[in-house]
């Protein structure tokens, strides 16, 4: 009997654990494979993918009983990036190859039937788990050798083939330790400036508060004002992530599946979905356990639903929770996943269904347009902390013959407002304003009675709620930030409370 183990990582969402693959040769009883530790139909075909790949790089599969365990074996295992693992550790059971290499050494990969090492999802987060488990070496897809690299602090070597890994264990081969060099076309670069906005003074003021505080953004306005072109800016006034953001992020996209990785996401995502897609798609799910949907994909970046009555209430409401926690929570057949939301929504919409170019030639009915509008719900909206209007374009010229800011300038005012703001509180962990909890702006930044007395009223007459009141707190700070106060006043709450009016458009 030879017993030998190698290592893998399941995933939960961005979050990992490490695996132990036991691989148990033994001499007696018929020929046959035996998978344990829960595995799912993908893992399980594995064991016809692991013998065509070990027989066609022309090594010997053992006629005995195999029998590989994979511990946790409470834990579900899903997914092909288990096959390198589970055929290193046969070999290893069968006394093909050495096992010290193995001790200490984390292995992903799909296989092909000729042996060829594919890439697969989720190697960022993979390797990372792998880091904060302690082993020190990971061996990954050659194809994927680029994004393994990103984690530091672990050994990352590339294999295209299991005969590669073969050699390595045996010690007459050396595996990939750079990355291949792919030639790109150069992409042309889109560029999407505040200048190009014609007008809308009051929707652009509105732009750049949210920008400055993180704070939710509902354009409301006839088609054709520029709702959309607007919405598409917003991610240019942002400022870069920081190392420990582009992480997040990009080990978000990398379990989601997209474009392989060679560098970390530096700049915030703009995600902007078809208004006809499903809860699925908006917030994650999926069979087995749940993949990242829309609101994780925009973490710390920008998630515009343009359209947003024709969504319906039901995928509006689905957003309700991670609006409130910048996190969302997925529980599925094999278990509950956790994935980072913290975004930023813009909503843009028409006013009613016909959507005239002027609201005086309407033709709907009050009813229908309160019908229409009303699929943007009161507790949905309460999340929602600045509303503003797009009106007609009246000339073609530029209003008053000022040339519109374009966004660098207004990216400087952004940055500088949300410097102050994380001078403020970064002490307390919070970045932006809109991040810091209503108990510490009540109690530790408490504003004179003088100034939230709009608040008090609107609080006494029902106009505002407990929530939308630290809400107006959380923009008033952001108002201060830019006009280089140390502390709202009166005014910067009147502007607050000004900013979500909540009188149907």
Known sequence: MALHRTWAVALFGVDGVLVEIEADVRKGGLPSLQLLGLPDSALQESKNRVRSAIVNCQENWPARC?????????????GTSYDLALACAVLAGAEQVPPHRLDGTVLFGEL???????P???????????????????????????????????????????????????????????PPSVARAAEPSETLDLADVMGQPEARWALEVAAAGGHHLLLVGPPGTGKTMLARRLGGLLPDLTPQEALEVTAIHS???????????????????HHSLSITAL?????????????????????????????????????????EEGEIRLAR????????????????????????????????PPQARRRYFGKLSGPLMDRVDLRARTRPMLAMASQLGCEPEPTEVVRKRVGDARAAALERWSAHGWQTNTEVPGPALRREFALPRQVTALLDRGLETGAITARGADRCLRVAWTLADLEGRSRPDADHVGAALEFRDRRSP
């Open 120 to 178: 697969v999802r989720g190697l960022l987060p993979a390797v990372l788990a792998a880091k904060r488990a302690g082993m020190p070496r990971a061996i990954v897809p050659t194809a994927g050798l680029a994004e393994a690299k990103l984690v530091e602090g672990i050994e990352v070597m590339g294999a295209n083939h299991l005969s590669d890994v073969v050699a390595w264990l045996r010690e007459t081969g050396e595996l990939d330790r750079e």
């Open 66 to 78: 195999v029998t590989l365990a994979l511990s946790p074996a409470a834990i579900p295992k899903a």
């Open 112 to 118: 092909a039937l000729d042996g060829r090492v594919r």
């Open 255 to 273: 379990v989601a599946g997209e474009s392989p990785c060679d560098d970390l996401m530096t700049t915030p995502p703009f995600v902007a979905p």
């Open 333 to 364: 057949r094999d278990g509950t996943v956790r994935y980072p939301a913290r975004f930023q929504l813009v909503l843009a919409t028409n006013p009613c269904p016909c959507a005239p170019a002027r609201d005086v030639d309407c033709q709907c």
């Open 283 to 323: 917030v994650g799910g999926g069979a087995g356990l749940a993949r990242p949907g829309a609101v994780s994909r925009a973490h710390r970046g920008v998630l515009l639903l343009d359209e947003a009555c024709e969504l319906g209430p039901k995928r509006l409401e689905a957003l309700r929770t991670a609006l």
